[in-house]
Structure formats: structure tokens, C-alpha cells
């Protein structure tokens, strides 16, 4: 089946760590994205990528650290730059244009230990 | 930039009853898309329905159905014959047409609690 994988669905960060988050889809989409959650929060953009070796910052992207080398994978570092970095992590892609519909994989719940 | 207002932070329903979830937005676009997606407790974000700005006709999925005003920016949800896994939440996301870049702004969401 198509779709949009997240792993792990729980990760732990201790202090001065850095953590990779991994997204990859079988979609065919050109497109993909990183959104933050935080409690009482919709969802904010932290990153995208319209294209292999090419992406952009969102709204909130310091702290966080991306790369786009092939067209089905979207890691997302979180650095020790990224004070509070607790929070759902919510990856997604969609076609590359203007008008087209963005679907999401299942998250990642960071936790700092 | 545009804003996304979900005034509604929490909702309870009868299974079976209907209930009207509110949004309204903030943009100068003309040429625009609007989304609900829900999230259930699994939170899995799930896209609901869809509807492109340049439409006049409201677009409906099955129990879903939207109220699209442009001129009030409002953009509301009806669920019709609510059931117990209509239980999420609720995001109103607006989606500007720009570029060749698809960039979504979320509402806050609404918690649907759909009772027996």
C-alpha cells in the first residue's frame, strides 16, 4: 500500500543530543514537509523540501537541521541547539504544485530525558 | 500572513445528532484552498474535505459537508449522523496558492467528543 512511514514512534533525547527523525514514502510525491505540535497548538511548519537536494526553512526552523538526497526519504535532525524540543513530530508530502493536497504520516513523540 | 481561528476549543455531540464546527480565516488571496483534517487519539492527521476558494459550490464528503462563506472568511465543518469514531480532533488548515509550493497554516483545532 502507498503511504508515508515515521520511525520511531517514540524517541528520547537526553541533553546535548542530537536526534535524526526519519519520514519516507512510497507516494511518488515530489513534495515533503515537517510540522511541530505542541499541546494547544495546530501545526507549524519547520521545514520542506518541493525537490531532491533542495528545501526550504518553515516557520520554526531553528534548531533543526534537515536533507532531501532522494525523493522518498525526509530526515529531520533535531540539534542540541533546540531547547524545548518536546513535542509531535509530524512529517508529510504531497505533489509538487501549487494546489495540491497534503497527506501525513503517524508522528514521532520526542521526548527530553 | 494568513491566520487560521478555531474559537471552539472543545465540542460534544449525541451519536447521530449533528454538529457545526467553526473557522474562520485572515488573507487578502484571492485564489486559495481550505482543508478540515482530523485527529483522532491515534493522531494520525487524516484529511477530511477539501475545498478550493474559486468554487461556489460547498464540497461534501459522505457525513461531511462545509459551509464555505468567502466574503465572511468563514469555513465551517458540518458532521451529519455523528458516530463514536467521529471522537478527534479537528483542524481547520488554509493553503495558499503561490508558487509551486503547497504551504499550510493550521487553526488551533476543535476536540469533538461524540457521546451515546
Known amino acids: 500500500d502507498g503511504g508515508i512511514t515515521q520511525s520511531p514512534k517514540y524517541l528520547f533525547r537526553k541533553e546535548g543530543q542530537n536526534v535524526t527523525l526519519s519520514c519516507e514514502q512510497n507516494?511518488?510525491?515530489?513534495?515533503m514537509y515537517w510540522y511541530r505540535q505542541d499541546p494547544g497548538q495546530g501545526l507549524r511548519l519547520i521545514y520542506y523540501s518541493q525537490i531532491v537536494n533542495d528545501f526550504q526553512k518553515g516557520d520554526i526552523a531553528e534548531g533543526y537541521s534537515v536533507s532531501r538526497e532522494k525523493k522518498e526519504s525526509f530526515p529531520l535532525t533535531v540539534t542540541s541547539a533546540q531547547k524545548n524540543p518536546t513535542a509531535f513530530y509530524l512529517c508529510?508530502?504531497?505533489?509538487?504544485?501549487?494546489?495540491?493536497?497534503?497527506?501525513f504520516g503517524p508522528g514521532t513523540r520526542l521526548l527530553v530525558l | 500572513a494568513q491566520t487560521v481561528t478555531q474559537s471552539q476549543p472543545e465540542m460534544s455531540v449525541q451519536e447521530a445528532e449533528t454538529v457545526t464546527l467553526s473557522c474562520t480565516y485572515d488573507t487578502s488571496e484571492n485564489n486559495y484552498y481550505l482543508f478540515w483534517y482530523k485527529q483522532p487519539p491515534s493522531r494520525q492527521m487524516i484529511l477530511v474535505i477539501r475545498?478550493?476558494?474559486?468554487?461556489?459550490q460547498n464540497a461534501t464528503e459522505n457525513r461531511f459537508s462545509v459551509n464555505f462563506q468567502k466574503a465572511a472568511k468563514s469555513f465551517s465543518l458540518k458532521i451529519s449522523d455523528s458516530q463514536l469514531g467521529d471522537t478527534a480532533m479537528y483542524f481547520c488548515a488554509f493553503m495558499m496558492s503561490t508558487g509551486t509550493a503547497s504551504k499550510l497554516t493550521f487553526g488551533t483545532g476543535t476536540r469533538l467528543q461524540v457521546t451515546l
Open positions: 508529510a508530502s504531497s505533489r509538487r504544485d501549487r494546489s495540491a493536497t497534503q497527506y
Open positions: 507516494l511518488n510525491h515530489d513534495a
Open positions: 475545498q478550493e476558494a474559486y468554487k461556489q
